[in-house]
């Protein structure tokens, strides 16, 4: 596997952008030089716990990052942690999480692999992949206890999620304190040159360095990505909060869903989404010199054109601005089947699809977010009998035609 021919300062300039910190930066390059002087790629490391099925474009930023070391002629180690994730990252949480089945992990775990692989290049010179139940499941009490004695309690409780609940009498379990520490030899045990994380990975992620001295290795560098805020320009992107794209949404959803989120979060999206140079993000996040629509169009069909390709790219465009400039409806819109003898409105959109409970389809009946043939309908207990072919919309950007079942 050849190294980049590009020069250190060219190869520093791609890694740093869009970090919140490097641990450190000197080391990076120090490192990097090493690597291209042995001939030598390093080992970048990505740690996953498999706590939910789908990988969205919050997690595509460590991922990003990760193929431009790929890029640049590195090996990409993803960490599937079907060990870890029985405990639970306690990063962010103000309360233990819960613990997964073995299923739920395994079942999780394959659908990481497979959205993983839509980023990074999974060629086998470029891309390991390891589950740390290898290592971590073989413990003994003795070796978890051997584990444990590195690390100070005080040292635990410098990290700011840990401290804020001990302060507020918020439990803390004790399984939580082995996270990092399990997180961090996974470093030892395949010997990581840098390991990238989030923002909340911080933590954990400097515990692996700590490690890894301690076993007598290198210190890995750490590279830290922010977190890539949602779509309601308050919270960190998740799928349990609603304000997310997912990586293996349709292109024409993952499109409009972009073109719905605020202004001032395209500099954001643009520099860790992708690989737009900084002054045309600037340009594009000028107001006086590109209307904003225009620009969450150029970052709508840069982001759709990674997942599918640039023709789907622009045909997410064009059908946004047939479907919602010029007010007509999507071509391609699903069947959604209704009893001869009708249903409930609720109960419609809900079998449709279009929303996750009954409660959620009555808000967005009484928030007038509901119509059917651009008639609207603001009676949560409504009765719908179609003839066929009616067009059910829900919200901006859900539509769906209706057919009469006669079984």
């Not at 952008?17 to 970048?44: C, F, S």
């Not at 409970?357 to 009676?379: C, F, H, M, P, Y």
Request: charged fraction near 25%; hydrophobic fraction near 40%.
């Amino acid at each position: 596997m050849a190294l980049s021919d590009k020069n250190l300062a060219e190869q520093l300039a791609i890694l740093a952008r869009g970090t919140e910190a490097i641990y450190t930066e000197a080391d990076l390059a120090e490192r990097l030089k090493a690597a291209a002087e042995q001939n030598r790629p390093m080992r970048v490391k990505l740690g996953m716990d498999p706590t939910a099925p789908d990988i969205h474009l919050g997690h595509s930023v460590v991922l990003r990052k990760m193929r431009q070391f790929q890029d640049l002629g590195h090996k990409a180690v993803l960490i599937i942690g079907d060990y870890t994730a029985r405990v639970g990252d306690p990063s962010g949480e103000n309360k233990t999480r819960p613990v997964l089945t073995p299923e739920e992990i395994e079942a999780n775990a394959a659908t990481y692999f497979e959205q993983a692989g839509k980023i990074l290049d999974t060629s086998p010179e470029k891309f390991e992949v390891r589950n740390n139940s290898e290592w971590l499941k073989d413990l003994s009490f003795a070796d978890v206890l051997k584990l444990a004695g590195q690390m100070t309690v005080a040292r635990m409780m410098e990290r700011d999620t840990f401290e804020q609940r001990y302060k507020a009498g918020v439990p803390i379990g004790v399984h939580e304190f082995l996270y990092p520490l399990m997180q961090g030899h996974d470093s030892v045990c395949i010997e990581a040159d840098v390991e990238l994380g989030g923002t909340d990975q911080t933590f954990n992620n400097l515990v692996g360095r700590q490690l890894q001295a301690n076993a007598g290795q290198q210190s890995q560098i750490v590279l830290i990505m922010p977190i890539l805020v949602g779509l309601d320009g308050v919270e960190k992107m998740s799928k349990s909060k609603g304000n997310y794209v997912g990586i293996t949404d349709e292109p024409n959803d993952m499109f409009g869903k972009i073109m719905s989120m605020p202004d001032d979060l395209m500099s954001n999206y643009f520099t860790l989404l992708t690989s737009t140079p900084p002054d045309e993000v600037a340009t594009l996040c000028d107001s006086e010199q590109t209307h904003p629509r225009q620009a969450k169009a150029q970052l709508g069909r840069l982001v759709v054109a990674q997942y599918y390709g640039d023709p789907a790219g622009a045909a997410a465009a064009a059908e946004f601005d047939r479907v919602f400039s010029e007010r007509q409806k999507p071509t391609d819109m699903p069947d959604i089947p209704v009893p001869a003898g009708g249903m409930k409105l609720v109960d419609l959109i809900v079998s449709a699809g279009f929303a996750k409970s009954k409660g959620e389809a009555r808000r967005l009946i009484t928030q007038n977010a509901v119509s059917i043939d651009d008639a609207k309908i603001t009676d949560v207990d409504a009765d719908i009998t179609p003839k066929g072919g009616e067009v059910l919309k829900v919200g901006k950007r859900r539509f769906g035609r209706l057919v009469a079942n006669d079984e």
